[in-house]
């Protein structure tokens, strides 16, 4: 018998296919712990809604009235909004220590969120929170207000601003802007006018816009971008300088050619630059009011910084006895759709808990590290990373950041997003370090103590951090000052 053909061959290949077993490991979380995750990254207003869902489709929840509210002593009771009271230290005559006084606003915060309702009424509309929405331009005229610009610069910024279309962009010459209107030939602004102003209003509001081309807009937002690494900041500014016809076209392999790095720096820049926005105008198209609910209180009780949850704001998940024991008399089986309604209540009641309880631990570590930032302001904020806290905590670290994100607190000094509490470490020429949000601080008060008339460059600002052990490159300091919406020297300068 001869020796089989290839067609054969190929048959029997096609009749008898290889098999591969494959083992893959895969962790997956539990339904409760899947809504615990989901519940902690919530912010306090998404929060409350799913709650009030929770409430209004599960018969075995009820929500706690507020005399059971006040008697939990975990549970704090909070003044009205119109209540004002001095909160940048102790009162003047304290009660004894065994009994705290009433949390009072901050005098920076108006008490200006929407709070839980117990009955109607229009002094507890939620509407009546909602905050006009503004335009693009309006937004960035408002914004422009704010800096003490000559009657020529403004002009300039008004004219860049009012030709921006509605993506954000800039897509007319800068020369055009002056028009025939302008007949006086010694007026006309020069290039290098254009170009400060056109750098002003690229600083306002939202990083990318006036920009002229997809490229500009791209890189004015990595240039903006606090977080990133010096080197990973670099590489996604070249692609989208000079190579942003290859990222669209997918190109790995060209790009990985032409700027000669390694498959998981060009991956880690690609996943960088799709996170930004190509059209930084599209979100003043339709903004809808954000509110800003917080989620914990801060002050100064006896010479020490306590942290009181707003449970009060926030809807009070607890199972419904009566029903709980009538279907336990019912005894009915495990299966039923109503036995799962029960354990999705405890479910639910239980993860609440531990959601008040995760923020309260991850707010009380941010105060205990960051004291000196609540008794002298942002110029002492201290480099403060996630991993600190949730080493501390006995945590991870992602639990943390879900803790953080989207998570404010009312202070003395204002409200902030826990965010805020965490900075970068920059060293200085001491061997010490300092956080940059505190370098932003400086920065601040420099400018805030210069001369109008000989405003301080950015090699001026390099040079007196530099005098205070702090040492940064001057595009550094230049996109420090950027972040705090202060315009260059040239613009500063007042006769």
Not at 447 to 468: C, F, G, K, W, Y
Request: net charge negative; glycine share 6%.
């Amino acid at each position: 018998m001869g020796c089989p053909s290839a067609a054969a061959v190929q048959e029997t290949r096609l009749v008898y296919p290889t098999q591969e077993l494959r083992l893959r490991q895969q962790m997956t979380l539990a339904p409760r712990l899947q809504q615990s995750v989901k519940l902690l990254q919530m912010t306090a207003l998404e929060f409350t809604t799913a709650v009030e869902q929770a409430l209004a489709s599960n018969p075995f929840l009820e929500d706690a009235d507020e005399q059971e509210a006040e008697q939990s002593p975990a549970m704090a009771v909070f003044p009205p909004a119109d209540h004002a009271a001095d909160a940048t230290g102790p009162a003047a005559s304290e009660p004894a220590p065994q009994a705290e006084p009433p949390l009072p606003d901050a005098p920076a915060y108006s008490g200006d969120y929407p709070t839980r309702s117990q009955g109607d009424g229009q002094e507890r509309d939620q509407g009546l929170w909602a905050a006009s929405t503004l335009s693009m331009s309006q937004r960035l005229s408002l914004e422009l207000g704010n800096y003490q610009l000559a009657p020529r610069d403004r002009l300039l910024t008004e004219f860049i601003i009012d030709a921006l279309d509605d993506d954000g962009y800039l897509r007319v010459p800068l020369a055009s802007l002056w028009g025939d209107a302008r007949r006086d030939a010694d007026a006309v602004p020069e290039e290098g006018e254009w170009m400060t102003a056109l750098r002003l209003v690229q600083q306002l509001d939202a990083p990318g816009l006036a920009a002229r081309d997809l490229s500009e807009c791209l890189s004015l937002q990595l240039a903006a971008a606090t977080g990133i690494g010096d080197e990973l900041r670099a590489l996604a500014l070249r692609i989208v300088r000079e190579q942003l016809d290859r990222l669209a076209r997918n190109d790995c392999i060209g790009l990985r050619q032409q700027l000669g790095c390694s498959e998981d720096a060009l991956r880690e820049a690609c996943a960088l630059i799709r996170s930004l926005d190509p059209k930084p105008g599209g979100r003043y198209s339709a903004e809808a009011p954000v509110y800003v609910v917080p989620d914990v209180f801060v002050d100064k009780w006896q010479s020490r910084w306590r942290v009181l949850p707003n449970r009060n704001a926030m809807p009070q998940a607890r199972l419904h006895q009566t029903y709980a024991e009538l279907f336990r008399r019912a005894r009915l089986g495990d299966r039923s759709p109503m036995a799962q309604e029960l354990q999705e209540a405890r479910w639910l009641v239980r993860n609440v808990e531990q959601r008040y309880v995760t923020i309260q631990r991850v707010a009380e570590a941010i105060v205990k590290r960051q004291q000196t930032f609540f008794e002298y302001g942002d110029v002492a904020l201290r480099p403060l990373m996630l991993r600190e806290v949730a080493d501390d905590l006995d945590m991870h670290e992602s639990t943390v950041s879900r803790a953080t994100v989207g998570k404010y607190m009312v202070t003395p000094r204002g409200v902030f997003e826990f965010r805020h509490f965490f900075s970068r470490e920059l060293a200085t020429d001491t061997g010490g370090s300092c956080s940059a949000t505190a370098v932003r601080a400086l920065i601040k008060e420099m400018v805030e103590a210069e001369d109008p008339a000989m405003p301080l460059s950015d090699v001026a600002l390099t040079q007196q951090l530099a005098a205070n052990g702090i040492l940064l490159a001057r595009r550094t300091v230049s996109k420090y000052r950027g972040q705090l919406r202060m315009p260059p020297a040239e613009l500063r300068r007042r006769h």
